[in-house]
């Protein structure tokens, strides 16, 4: 067994903490809290399920805060989670395994994040990086902060998935709450970007706060400023963010400039079910429409092995097949495409099929 410490650092999350610390007790981890200034019960439910509760002056740093929690920890590999995360699954031997053949890498968990306003709505799965040597790595960047090399700050190193999930509880809430962590998160994200003006991932995150409220103009606009910037294809979000720039683009009416940026740079992203998920949606945008074009994406995605680990975009494509065959005039596929989708909750194709009185 290789010893282990989880670091979990909050402020404030008493609906959440006990949920977060009561898996863990049923494994031999060493649990370390961090509280940052908690004015309400959080730090005394925490004190429940460990002895190892610290507490950190918050100095706008979430790196600072991880970085103490790690200084805490008395194993050399640590676990890091955050307070609305709460583990699903852990397989601790083929941890201890994974563990083993990269002694050197970051594991990555998978995460299912939810964005709605409770668990039964709309959620994507992500594999995150959060284990590691603490002598090997350590937290950089304000927020949203990011693992790296502990003597160059790079975070290009071996990844490997290890078998932990958690789901992710951050996204879920009101409009109101969700407005007003983005304004908090983009506070600190604006601080980043003028340190450092050429790093793309700072727009990213800015953008995809605009994007978690909706606000897709602003959204368009910082995502269009990534792009602008070299950016590494091997990095996850990069292609996270294609998609979502897609969307925003048709969102705020930009279809046409969506498709001349991603033309030339298809092969780059279209082995991503999101990608061609979000581009067969680009060409049902433009106008006129492009049906065929927007039907060999779909077909493209259905084609691909389906992916455990990956957000099932099924029912999007088999709803813009039925929107692709209605708009070539073949109304029976298009309504058994409708169908189908509907049949994987799609609400737009259940609303689809209600207006045409076959709901």
Known sequence: MIPISVCIIGKNEEANIEKCLEPLTHYPFEIIYVDTGSTDATR????????????????????AARNFSLGKASHNYVLVLDCDEYL?????????????AHPHGVG?????SYTGDDLNEDFSLERIDRLFHKRK????????????????????????????????????????????????????????????????????QVAQSY??????????KYYKKAFELP??????????????????????????????????VYNDYAAKTSFLCSLGT??????????????????KLLQLPPDPEAQDYTPIAFYGMGCCNELLGNFPTAIDFYQKSAAKGYALAVEKLKSIGMQ
């Open 108 to 112: 990555q968990i998978l995460r299912k």
């Open 282 to 299: 680009l060409y049902l945008n433009q106008t006129p429409p492009q049906p065929l074009k927007a039907m060999m994406e779909f077909v």
């Open 211 to 220: 994007n978690l409220i909706y606000d897709y103009e602003n959204a368009y």
């Open 137 to 204: 790595y350590h937290y950089i960047y304000l927020i949203h902060e990011q693992v790296a090399d502990i003597r160059t700050d790079s975070t290009d190193y071996e990844r490997y998935d290890v078998p932990v999930e958690a789901d992710h509880v951050g996204y879920v809430g009101t409009m109101d709450e969700k407005r007003i962590k983005a304004e908090r998160n983009n506070a600190l994200l604006f601080k980043e970007i003028e340190r450092d003006p050429t790093e793309p991932y700072f727009y990213f």
């Open 231 to 264: 950016l590494n294809l091997d990095n996850l979000w990069v292609h996270i963010m294609a998609g979502n720039f897609i969307n925003a683009c048709v969102q705020t009416g930009r279809a046409a400039e969506a498709l001349a940026l991603y033309t030339p």
């Open 44 to 63: 005394e439910l925490a004190s429940k399920y460990t002895d190892k509760v610290y507490d950190f002056e918050w100095i706008g740093d979430f790196s």
């Open 88 to 100: 699903t699954s852990l397989d601790l031997e083929g941890l201890c395994a994974a563990i083993e």
